[in-house]
């Protein structure tokens, strides 16, 4: 199947700072990418659906001015957690859409904020 | 609003057995549905898609049936192995909700030794 990564696997940061989270299709050009996060014993529930070129579409009670998305080329999508708090710790997963509709997860970020 | 139910949530089975993975969703009106493994503190893999149309897939020991009508797929997995032990989800992709992929809670398998 089609491959997409995530960048960094895992990050630590301090209350208050911002932190990029990148999501890249390896081996597919992809219009539409997804951001969600997990919480632990959870399923993921959707945060975003980044479309290249537009603004992306937030799900209700999402804030769109903390969880920035730029999907700027066909194979990157970037989710930058704004003045991040403890409560923003999670597990933050992207997928990509392929032309077919299917839909490949990378392998996720764990965000934890102190 | 679609809604996606997985049953069982947990299941604990001996090595070699056959076991099946329930999934019901409430809206017929899908694209697709697809299956997913998730390892702990991993990403989810895709191990099968099925198409609308499609009444089933099957890859290597795995086949999932789609019966949409009945709003139902199954997960069957031949001959169970511990290196199966996962979080197996389900997905339905949507046509009237901008095509999401909405989630089942997933069903946590164990296989022993």
């Known amino acids: 199947g089609a491959v997409v990564s995530q960048h960094p696997s895992r990050v630590i940061c301090k209350s208050g700072t911002s932190v990029k989270i990148e999501c890249r299709s390896l081996?597919?050009?992809?219009?539409?990418m997804f951001w969600y996060r997990q919480f632990p014993k959870q399923s993921l529930m959707l945060m975003a659906t980044?479309?290249?070129?537009?603004?992306?579409?937030?799900e209700q009670g999402v804030e769109k001015d903390k969880f920035l998305i730029n999907h700027a080329s066909l194979t990157l999508s970037t989710l930058t957690v704004t003045s991040a708090h403890p409560e923003d710790s999670s597990f933050y997963i992207c997928?990509?859409?392929?032309?077919?509709?299917?839909?490949?997860f990378g392998p996720g970020t764990r965000l934890t904020v102190l | 609003k679609q809604e996606v139910t997985q049953i069982p949530a947990a299941l604990s089975v001996p090595e070699g057995e056959n076991l099946v993975l329930n999934c019901s969703f409430t809206?017929?009106?899908?694209?697709?549905l697809q299956w997913f493994r998730q390892d702990p503190g991993k990403g989810l893999t895709s191990l099968l898609l099925?198409?609308?149309?499609?009444r089933e897939q099957t890859s290597g020991r795995l086949n999932a049936s789609l019966d949409k009508s009945s709003g139902r797929s199954t997960l069957y997995i031949a001959a169970s192995q511990p290196g199966d032990s996962a979080t197996y989800l389900c997905?339905?992709?949507?046509?009237?909700?901008?095509?999401?992929?909405?989630f089942g809670q997933g069903t946590e398998l164990s296989v022993k030794p």
């Open positions: 997905a339905v992709r949507v046509r009237n909700q901008g095509g999401k992929l909405i």
């Open positions: 809206d017929s009106a899908i694209y697709n």
């Open positions: 099925i198409q609308s149309s499609q």
């Open positions: 980044s479309n290249e070129g537009s603004k992306a579409t937030y």
């Open positions: 081996d597919f050009q992809a219009t539409t």
């Open positions: 997928s990509a859409l392929t032309g077919l509709h299917e839909q490949f």
